[in-house]
């Protein structure tokens, strides 16, 4: 188990049977944990934003009946499961003729033109009593105030990450209020990925790299609010009836 308050070493790819997982280290592993506490198997799911299907694919594998969606069927990878080609920035409602128990959203909504929209969308698509499970990248860690504060950009939303789609963030208390005019309860916040307090990786000198942690230190113990997580896991419920 990695180290919650001092990291040593650099973050290594992860894979699910073979498929490249493109989140943060440990991010599926605490996703898959909320489905088991907040949907039965064998509930219908829909995984809006697949990527190449590692997280379908542990959903299958933990029983649920999974539905993925993503714009790019050439790097589809779970075979096994049903895809269907979608832009999500197009609408979701009108491409799908069911409605669904459950869905997840990790790692999207930061990559589309309109997040409420997506959450009026996949709130369409759930029956009453549906659970959307979503991740977003944590704009308000102590990590991102440090950069905000010295270039005004968000950690993970700088020039260099526009270039795998991160153009909208979000923060905790913009997602909880789109959440709710858009018809949703928010049923928790949970911090995801990892993000340790100090990081004993070269940052190109030792002058630089303890100048980093005593930032990062110094931001960790003023900061209040969101402040932990490499992103952040938002549980939501459709209300069970109008």
Excluded at 36 to 51: H, I, L, M, N, S
Excluded at 106 to 135: Q, T
Excluded at 226 to 235: A, Q, S
Aim: proline share 4%; hydrophobic share 40%; charged share 20%.
């Amino acid at each position: 188990m990695r180290n919650r308050l001092i990291n040593t070493e650099g973050k290594q790819p992860e894979y699910y049977k073979g498929m490249l997982i493109h989140a943060d280290t440990g991010m599926h592993d605490q996703a898959a944990d909320l489905f088991k506490k907040y949907v039965r198997t064998p509930a219908t799911v829909v995984d809006v934003g697949a990527g190449a299907g590692a997280f379908s694919q542990r959903l299958h594998d933990l029983g649920y009946s999974v539905t993925a969606l993503d714009v790019d069927p050439d790097k589809w990878a779970a075979n096994d499961i049903a895809f269907q080609k979608l832009n999500i920035d197009l609408g979701i409602a009108g491409s799908l003729n069911r409605l669904f128990d459950a869905a997840c959203c990790l790692e999207v909504i930061e990559h589309v033109e309109n997040p409420w929209n997506l959450l009026r969308e996949i709130h369409s698509i759930l029956k009453p009593g549906g659970v959307l499970i979503l991740s977003t990248p944590n704009i308000t860690s102590f990590l991102s105030r440090i950069l905000f504060l010295r270039n005004g950009t968000f950690h993970q939303f700088e020039e260099g990450d526009l270039s795998y789609g991160h153009i909208n963030p979000i923060s905790a208390f913009e997602l909880q209020h789109a959440a709710v005019q858009t018809g949703w309860v928010v049923k928790e916040v949970r911090e995801g990925g990892y993000l340790p307090v100090f990081d004993t990786k070269s940052f190109g000198s030792w002058f630089r790299t303890l100048s980093f942690n005593v930032l990062c230190g110094l931001s960790y113990l003023f900061a209040r609010g969101n402040k932990n997580g490499w992103c952040l896991f938002f549980v939501l419920q459709k209300p069970a009836t109008n």
